[in-house]
């Protein structure tokens, strides 16, 4: 994955972070027409960012794709075995490639003992990675 998409996955998960944090308080809720968050009461709100400083610039912060953001970076905040983000899987899908790709290398000798003549034969994996960065650009491109 180019760094550029990762920095701004990594950015948009902090996002997540910081918002799912804020709508997870009482009298903080999230508006699908405005894309943003609403606030019942502006003194809540003002004692919240006391102690929550990079929750202030979310105030009016218009998030057209939080649907997007939250398919990406939402996983169980459950500790333990299978728990995943889309980056998360993207970096197992590659190390799982990778093994696959060294597992099935074949090497046989086509004509008796001659190493001259040995071919190295490995299945093609380029299909379903170019599937997964093309949904990766698609995702990169919807966040801009």
């Not at 090497?107 to 299909?127: M, Q, V």
Request: charged residues 35%.
């Amino acid at each position: 994955m180019a760094d550029n998409v990762k920095n701004r996955f990594k950015l948009r998960r902090t996002w997540y972070g910081i918002v799912s944090d804020i709508l997870s308080q009482s009298g903080f809720d999230w508006d699908n027409t405005k894309y943003m968050i609403t606030i019942e009461n502006e003194i809540a709100w003002n004692e919240y960012v006391k102690s929550h400083e990079k929750a202030k610039r979310f105030r009016f912060k218009v998030i057209p794709n939080w649907d997007d953001i939250v398919d990406l970076c939402a996983k169980d905040r459950a500790i333990g075995l299978g728990v995943e983000n889309a980056l998360d899987a993207d970096d197992i899908m590659s190390k799982e490639t990778n093994e696959e790709e060294a597992i099935h290398s074949v090497s046989f000798d086509l004509e008796g003992s001659s190493s001259a003549t040995r071919k190295n034969i490995r299945p093609s994996k380029r299909g379903e990675k170019e599937g997964m960065i093309s949904s990766m650009k698609e995702v990169a491109e919807s966040l801009k």
